[in-house]
Structures are given as structure tokens and as C-alpha cells.
């Protein structure tokens, strides 16, 4: 069983940067595809940013490319998401995800809390 903690977030003004953490235990980290999540009110859950298990290249949802940028410590079992240049498009409850597959787009098994990020105009 994973457990993963998040933190991070909040409300910040458009244009700012934010980076939010998750730190995960139970499993071998490096065992596992991690990935971001996204959900606003009235909307569907959005993938943002995902790394593979098998050290393929980051995958990003167009919306985010060039702005957030996903990262992870194997030593210190945590997973990041940098997210530069926030718009108020961006304002969302954000999950950290981790399956054990390779796969970035299966279902995922373990998820975080959720942290609220609320980007003013």
C-alpha cells in the first residue's frame, strides 16, 4: 500500500510561480509512474504532468506545456510539480497519482489529498 502526502498550494495572483510536493511511502519509489491531477469545479479530472516508471521523457497536457514541469527525488521518495506562469485557468484542487504499470494513462492506484491552488486575475 502507497500512501502519498501532498503539500503546497494556495492562492497566488496570475503570473506567479508555485510548486507543489508529494511525498510518497509504502512502495519503492522508483517502482512507480507518478503523475498530477487536476480537477476544477464542474469539470473532469485532467492528467497535467506524468512520469513513467521506465525513465521515458515527462508527459504534459497541452494546457500546462512549457509552464509546469514535474519532477521527483528517488532519495527522498517525493515527486514535484513546478508550475510557472499560473493563469486563472489553472485554478483547481491538484492530486498527486501512482500506479505500479508503466503506463502514464492507465488507471492510477494510489492518490494523494488534493491541495487547493487559486490563481486571482
Known amino acids: 500500500q502507497v500512501q502519498l502526502v501532498q503539500s503546497g498550494g494556495g492562492l497566488v495572483q496570475a503570473g506567479v510561480s508555485l510548486r507543489l510536493s508529494c511525498t510518497s511511502s509504502?512502495?519503492?519509489?522508483?517502482?512507480?509512474?507518478l503523475g498530477w491531477f487536476r480537477q476544477a469545479p464542474g469539470k473532469e479530472r485532467e492528467l497535467v504532468a506524468a512520469?513513467?516508471?521506465?525513465?521515458?521523457?515527462?508527459t504534459y497536457a497541452d494546457s500546462v506545456k512549457g509552464r509546469f514541469a514535474i519532477s521527483k527525488d528517488n532519495a527522498q521518495s517525493t515527486v514535484w510539480l513546478q508550475m510557472n506562469n499560473l493563469k486563472p485557468e489553472d485554478t483547481a484542487v491538484y492530486y498527486c497519482?501512482?500506479?505500479?504499470?508503466?503506463?502514464?494513462?492507465?488507471?492510477?492506484?494510489?492518490w494523494g489529498q488534493g491541495t487547493q491552488v487559486t490563481v486571482s486575475s
Open positions: 497519482a501512482a500506479r505500479g504499470g508503466h503506463s502514464t494513462t492507465s488507471d492510477y492506484d494510489w
Open positions: 509504502g512502495w519503492t519509489f522508483n517502482m512507480l509512474t
Open positions: 512520469m513513467s516508471r521506465c525513465g521515458d521523457p515527462p
